[in-house]
């Protein structure tokens, strides 16, 4: 806009220019960028999933968290404010019920035995299918993978008609050769490693693919080195072969170990918890909890198994990481 000076000469004004108005233009050109656009984009197209984040996974985490600091019961449901907040004194609740700390041995009991033999199961398989095995190949990695595909339910649907005490097919061959077998799921000392076995067996084809895997990408030269200064197969397979399975033994173990502290199918459909909650686990302790309405003792047994689950990862990553 013109305007008239002291010596009556027109001057026109300029736009602001500096930082600011720099920044505000690069704000309203955003849009018309092709940089933008394409962010533009990229946030429509993750809303929904954003959207379902944060109602279905990060509400809950927060709202179970507060809960577990709060005396919620079913009946509160209808009043949400009338709680109570009371700290970690629900914590302190678990701790002194004889059947958590039951179940914490319980599951780690499943976890100490059952992960070892998982892993060196498959290892197992893994080595055997690489270098024992030539002929139908295709067929065995079938099989042993197999079982982890089936729904668990069904799995330990099956397991528990095959433990049956009379009419079960274990029982059956056993009287063939003149033993008397147990009931199985119904006996203390037999109920927890059944479920232990059932979890190697149904597992063990997760470790043989990615050991398999690990397996054939050793370098075929290291191993005639070493064929060449002399070391046996067993030398080859722990000095050369074991530390370059490092980062697949690590995947596996990190991975079975979450899934085993979280064990609850296989109880909940076999024996649910018995006999003498000798098979019940952490999180099925968290979910009777819940089930006759203590929703703050649950929660907070559900974030006792989540810290457990924290301290397995970080232990096996110190363990079994390259030392490189």
């Known amino acids: 806009m013109p305007t008239n000076t002291l010596a009556g000469q027109e001057t026109h004004e300029h736009p602001a220019t500096g930082p600011a108005s720099t920044a505000r ?104 299918l690489n270098h024992g095995i030539r002929r139908f190949r295709a067929v065995f990695r079938v099989g042993f993978y197999l079982p982890v595909i089936t729904s668990v339910v069904a799995v330990a649907v099956v397991w528990k008609t095959l433990l049956e005490p009379r009419a079960g097919l274990v029982n059956t061959v056993l009287a063939w050769f003149g033993i008397d077998g147990p009931a199985w799921l119904a006996d203390t000392r037999f109920a927890l490693p059944v479920m232990i076995l059932m979890a190697v067996w149904r597992n063990l084809g997760t470790v043989m693919i990615i050991m398999l895997a690990g397996l054939q990408s050793v370098p075929q030269s290291l191993m005639e080195a070493a064929e060449l200064d002399g070391a046996g197969a067993w030398q080859r397979f722990w000095r050369v072969t074991f530390p370059l399975l490092r980062p697949a033994l690590l995947l596996t173990a990190v991975t079975t170990g979450i899934g085993y502290l979280q064990f609850f199918d296989e109880p909940f459909v076999m024996t649910d918890g018995g006999p003498l909650d000798s098979t019940l686990s952490a999180t099925m302790y968290a979910y009777k909890q819940f089930g006759n309405g203590n929703y703050d003792v649950a929660s907070a047994a559900g974030y006792v198994v989540f810290v457990l689950i924290i301290a397995l990862t970080v232990l096996q990553f110190r363990v079994l990481r390259d030392k490189d």
């Open 25 to 128: 233009g690069r704000i309203r050109g955003l849009g018309r960028t092709p940089h933008g656009r394409q962010a533009r984009a990229a946030w429509i197209l993750a809303a929904p999933f954003l959207a379902l984040f944060l109602a279905f996974m990060l509400l809950p985490v927060v709202w179970s968290l507060l809960m577990s600091l709060t005396d919620t019961q079913s009946a509160d449901l209808r009043t949400p404010l009338n709680v109570s907040f009371i700290g970690f004194d629900n914590y302190v609740r678990l701790f002194e019920d004889e059947q958590f700390r039951h179940a914490l041995r319980n599951t780690a009991v499943f976890v100490l035995v059952g992960l070892p033999l998982t892993l060196a199961a498959g290892l197992a398989a893994a080595v055997v």
